[in-house]
């Protein structure tokens, strides 16, 4: 336990038990050393809640006064939901503080460190930046641009295809590959599908695993309110379902939206663009709802509108050894692509290989880049000359 | 090097040095291990040479009494372009032979072992059994089918598509993908297209990397005898190109191919299939040449003839972090597949990361299993019970 990248990469698992709880806030993990044992470790459990330096401080029962503090973001030096953690830091003689990344939001970015730098505390910052960015990418996004962060969850074979010419598709992945595509559910704060989607398939959109359910926002693009309250959306947590239907003939539905409202599920009047809602407009919605961490699992249409209008952030490609040829269902729609200059290129790519089935996963932007960029700038201004 | 998987899996390295110069025989490696230490290594260098068990022994400089014989494939006990092996191992006292996987010939299939066997050589079969049948791949399928190995190579986007909506595809993979193909290019007999692909690229169909280049058999489809003797392929080593075209109208097309064959490229007349070259010809014509290994870089069409045709055995997939949507080229044409039961499962798959790309490689059949299982039964067949 003596090598800080292995401490920080415990505070980013620690971290991530939060994830799917801290709506607009990041999640944090922290651990606390003292002569090179742990007596303390804490993570940010729920919006609102205590930050996982305070957590981490809590959970200590020996004498914090000279220990090492790690945390994956950089403490807050400012008032939020809760009182700024470096004043506690300092006040609790905390001896150095090992920070994984800065935080990108400018009330602190930096500021946190100075504080803790002009009240004697040693910091060192950029362990496991990778990692601990990784993490909060949506919080990064929400920060820069108050949008959801969206990624895109697309099962296809090896040729590119989610469905057959029927538009059969079950299952084209196998059953590790759809357990994964559960887990990155329970750990969204809502997942998005279109009406298309809903009527073909007539998915639950909850998560689930062995022995449990998850429920995260049920989110559907329903531009002229077709949904049947039938669906198995409704039939369990429908008050977690959220559906965006056009404004331009919203009155004209008060009947149906008052049907839908009944199961305790929200209609929302949105904007139309082109030929669907206005995705802007749906983010909007979401931010006010604190529903950042967005997984997308809609047909090629829905993907790909997100993809055009530079709201997708991420992708999930799970991939099968399988192929049915060109009558199969694309799994992305036009892109108005003509030339191969056009075409979109995804970062940081990485494969993983599951039982039978393998899943890439890709950045449309890489919001860890910036968060390490700003660490770096961070620490050089600090740096002593 | 005391341990028999490895030092198999050296005599499978040494194999891969013959590949794409055996014709119809297959690639083999032998190891000569005396107390403990190697003596002698050999490979099988082309067709009509000495085997790999020949070369190994007369690499031999020291005592070959008693010694150790490793080989990736059983020994041959009868009489081909050379000798039985199993004489010459018996005659140099050789004391145990270590076979990798028995060999599918069937005039062999077992008669090798049995004959060690007889003669008082100790003889273990199993080792590296995976790799010691995955190098034999197309000589199994020759063995089993009188036909080619067809690999199908393909260079698609996340999405699977090959081109963009206007043709261009330079370059959806990268240099590093490129040069991995031009590698298997080198170690294949012939490189197969169509008149499509040579109309729109133009290729060379040469492998091609530092300061070398190679010149497998340059295999090109061309039912209607489109193709112009002003193309790349005939630029260099004409003589390596062998064009099939329609029989049907083979008379009409005197003076062209006259002008074709003029360059020392062979025409070869062809029956009709659906709307192509009946494969089954095709394949007869080349293994009458010893063209065995056959990669295919077709479009979309090729690629599902083989597949619809069932003749494909096996692909590389390099996949680029890239996406081009709905408009982009498909890398397979239609496969007349209705439904999701109706999918095409390649077996075996495995990925290997390249510098931004990815390479899958899948089987339609695999033929290593067929090979694996057969060494199963001649084992069960030769121990005591």
């Given at each position: 336990m003596a090598d800080p990248h292995e401490i920080m990469l415990e505070c980013v698992n620690l971290a991530l038990a939060g994830k799917g709880h801290t709506k607009t806030n990041p999640v944090v993990g922290a651990i606390i050393v003292q002569n090179g044992r742990v007596i303390g470790r804490g993570f940010h459990?729920?919006?609102?809640?205590?930050h996982a330096e305070i957590e981490a401080i809590n959970d200590c029962e020996e004498e914090i006064n000279g220990s090492d503090l790690y945390v994956t973001l950089e403490p807050c030096s400012h008032f939020g939901?809760?009182?700024?953690c470096v004043e506690t830091i300092v006040k609790k003689g905390i001896k150095r503080v090992f920070v994984g990344v800065v935080d990108p939001n400018p009330v602190n970015a930096g500021n946190g460190i100075e504080y803790l730098l002009k009240n004697g505390v040693e910091v060192y910052v950029g362990f496991a930046e990778k990692a601990c960015a990784e993490i909060i990418e949506e919080f990064a996004k929400y920060i820069y641009k108050k949008q959801p962060f969206y990624s895109l969850k697309i099962a296809q074979t090896l040729d590119g295809k989610i469905a057959a010419k029927d538009g059969?598709?079950?299952?084209?992945?196998d059953e590790t590959s759809r357990q994964h595509a559960h887990y990155i559910r329970s750990v969204s704060d809502g997942i998005l599908t279109g009406i298309g989607t809903v009527q073909a398939d007539d998915p639950a959109l909850s998560a689930r695993f062995l022995g449990l359910k998850k429920y995260p926002y049920k989110i559907i693009l329903d531009s002229s309110l077709k949904i049947s309250t039938e669906r198995e959306v409704f039939a369990e947590k429908p008050e977690k379902c959220i559906i965006f239907t056009s404004r331009s003939n919203f009155d004209e539905k008060t009947a149906k939206i008052d049907n839908i409202r009944k199961t305790g599920a929200e209609v929302v009047p949105c904007n139309k663009l082109n030929d669907g809602l206005d995705l802007q407009n749906v983010s909007d919605e979401l931010v006010k709802r604190g529903v950042l961490n967005v997984l997308v699992e809609g047909g090629g249409k829905i993907h790909a509108s997100f993809i055009k209008e530079g709201m997708a952030d991420k992708a999930y490609v799970f991939i099968a050894g399988k192929i049915l040829g060109a009558e199969g269902i694309d799994s992305l729609a036009s892109l108005n692509i003509n030339n191969i200059e056009g075409c979109k290129t995804l970062s940081d790519l990485n494969v993983t290989r599951l039982k039978n089935d393998f899943l890439f996963t890709g950045k449309f932007y890489d919001y860890a880049k910036d968060i390490i960029n700003l660490t770096e700038r961070v620490r050089n201004r600090c740096s002593p000359e």
């Open positions: 459990k729920s919006f609102g809640g205590d939901k809760t009182p700024p059969s598709s079950r299952w084209i992945t």
